[in-house]
């Protein structure tokens, strides 16, 4: 189990470099970033990319996150009828999709990814978040969208350890793996049998929901058997209970990280606590010191822009 969790020491080395460009790529300093418990850079991870500008999931919202200084793009996969994972992030394509549109002399047809070939996907076009479609994007493959991120930006797969054996076959095949992310609410056993059959995994994280009794033992159990992971995801819904506080202390003091989502204030503690409230107030800051005095260094962000820029103020976001 500890295999999966130990630094790359290629990362290591590179971090240690002396020089103008220590790392061979992007995507390397990022790794270097987030494999040092000690480093302060304020890794930065985009949902679902751009989804402001351009269709969620879709290479253009991805190229734009690059484009920003984005760390990590947040991905969702679900698998086709010919057993091809596609960037969804629902189980069917009507919300994202013109799927009433094209099939639209086949009431009966279903418009769950499951039950779509990749040849009946790839005809639909995609749409923006308010709901215009752009004839000229269509729904890219985990394979498509890995070969654009590659060298270039971390990725979270979300939605993604169902298909864990599938992600990492891609991942493989184009030589990615060390790039990406996978998180998850198993035990840590059921991961360790889950990844042992493989020489190279993908970089796992564990969620917990602290104010839920799942994920308060969830975390406990690696704090008890001395499992260091690269970072946990935590989620919690009050501020009321110095929950947050606590875990953070106790994550950090094992010497791993703590991912926060600022995407919705359901997962950071409550109103004024999230993206939204950040983009209200003239100083940013005013939501997301809080996460920088608690030592949080991976945030998700539905406001990448507003983020980056702040955190590139105040000194938390150029890698070294």
């Excluded at 602290?210 to 989620?235: F, H, N, T």
Aim: proline share 4%.
């Amino acid at each position: 189990m500890r295999k999966l969790f130990t630094f790359f020491l290629v990362c290591a080395c590179l971090a240690s470099c002396a020089g103008e460009q220590p790392y061979p790529n992007r995507a390397a300093g990022i790794i270097a970033q987030i494999h040092n418990p000690q480093s302060r850079y304020v890794v930065v991870a985009c949902h679902r990319g751009d989804w402001r500008n351009y269709p969620e999931n879709s290479i253009p919202a991805i190229e734009s996150v690059i484009r920003m200084g984005a760390d990590i793009v947040e991905l969702d996969v679900h698998m086709t009828a010919d057993s091809v994972l596609v960037l969804c992030h629902d189980a069917d394509v009507k919300r994202t999709t013109n799927f009433s549109k094209v099939f639209r002399s086949e009431p009966d047809k279903s418009a769950k990814v499951a039950d779509l070939t990749l040849a009946e996907i790839k005809r639909l076009s995609l749409k923006r978040a308010h709901g215009v479609e752009i004839d000229t994007m269509r729904m890219p493959t985990l394979e498509e969208a890995l070969r654009c991120t590659k060298d270039r930006i971390c990725v979270n797969i979300d939605k993604g350890y169902d298909y864990y054996d599938a992600a990492l076959k891609v991942c493989e095949k184009l030589g990615v793996t060390d790039q990406v992310l996978i998180k998850g609410k198993k035990p840590i056993d059921v991961v360790a049998e889950h990844e042992k059959p493989y020489p190279h995994n993908m970089m796992y994280m564990p969620i917990v929901d602290i104010q839920k009794e799942k994920g308060r033992k969830l975390l406990q159990s690696y704090l008890d058997q001395g499992v260091v992971p690269l970072a946990y995801e935590v989620c919690w819904q009050r501020n009321d209970d110095g929950a947050f506080a606590d875990a953070a202390a106790k994550i950090i003091a094992q010497g791993s990280k703590v991912w926060v989502n600022t995407i919705w204030a359901s997962l950071c503690g409550g109103d004024g606590n999230d993206d939204d409230a950040a983009f209200a107030c003239k100083d940013p800051g005013e939501v997301y010191q809080q996460y920088m005095d608690a030592g949080v260094s991976m945030i998700q962000t539905d406001r990448p822009e507003l983020l980056i820029g702040w955190l590139r103020k105040h000194g938390h976001h150029t890698l070294r």
